[in-house]
T-cell receptor, first 117, second 107 residues
Framework: DGGITQSPKYLFRKEGQNVTLSCEQNLNHDAMYWYRQDPGQGLRLIYY???????QKGDIAEGYSVSREKKESFPLTVTSAQKNPTAFYLC????????????????FGEGSRLTVL | KNEVEQSPQNLTAQEGEFITINCSYSVGISALHWLQQHPGGGIVSLFMLSSGKKKHGRLIATINIQEKHSSLHITASHPRDSAVYICAVSSNYKLTFGKGTLLTVNP
């Protein structure tokens, strides 16, 4: 079945360590997104990519990095520069709205919960 | 002020009740999404609409572009409908999310 797979589901990190969260999709979607969710707040955009080898900063990109070497994969690295990394991270994908037969409907992964010890 | 406001923040209902969750937004949009997030955290897209009304099973979503308002209705609510319902608006490929409405349906 087509979908988005995030891993790991739970991750613990010591202060000062970088960690990478995986996001893979087999939906043939062009656009992929990383969001952060904190209690009592709406999802906030970290990075997004609309095409391979290109990505754009979202609203809270500081302390994060991404790559888009393959259409199917959009990993997120939480670096030691991110001051408050404990959060729930969600990856999403969609077709680009406006292109033929593309609805722009969003598909989400199950999320990765990162805790800094 | 958040660009997307949802109400209520929390809603408790008895099984079988008709439920309405509201979403107001302040920016021009190309589409509005209703999403469902279960306790495990995964999010499912329920509706994407840019005008009028859509229905899927017991769920109905409406949008009024002039008033910048959308509603999500659940008919004959069931405990399995308990989840966080999130409204999000898209504009220039960017999504802005509401804070969500926590719905609890008691048997």
């Amino acid at each position: 079945d087509g979908g988005i797979t995030q891993s790991p589901k739970y991750l613990f990190r010591k202060e000062g360590q970088n960690v990478t969260l995986s996001c893979e999709q087999n939906l043939n979607h062009d656009a992929m997104y990383w969001y952060r969710q904190d209690p009592g707040q709406g999802l906030r955009l970290i990075y997004y990519s609309q095409i391979v080898n290109d990505f754009q900063k979202g609203d809270i990109a500081e302390g994060y990095s991404v790559s888009r070497e393959k259409k199917e994969s959009f990993p997120l690295t939480v670096t030691s520069a991110q001051k408050n990394p404990t959060a729930f991270y969600l990856c999403a994908s969609s077709q680009i709205p406006g292109r033929k037969q593309n609805t722009g409907e969003l598909f989400f992964g199950e999320g990765s919960r990162l805790t800094v010890l | 002020k958040n660009e997307v406001e949802q109400s209520p923040q929390n809603l408790t209902a008895q099984e079988g009740e008709f439920i309405t969750i509201n979403c107001s937004y302040s920016v021009g949009i190309s589409a509005l999404h209703w999403l469902q997030q279960h306790p495990g955290g995964g999010i499912v897209s329920l509706f994407m609409l840019s005008s009028g009304k859509k229905k899927h099973g017991r769920l109905i979503a409406t949008i009024n572009i002039q008033e910048k308002h959308s509603s999500l209705h659940i008919t004959a609510s069931h405990p399995r409908d308990s989840a966080v319902y999130i409204c999000a608006v898209s504009s220039n490929y960017k999504l802005t999310f509401g804070k969500g409405t926590l719905l609890t349906v008691n048997p």
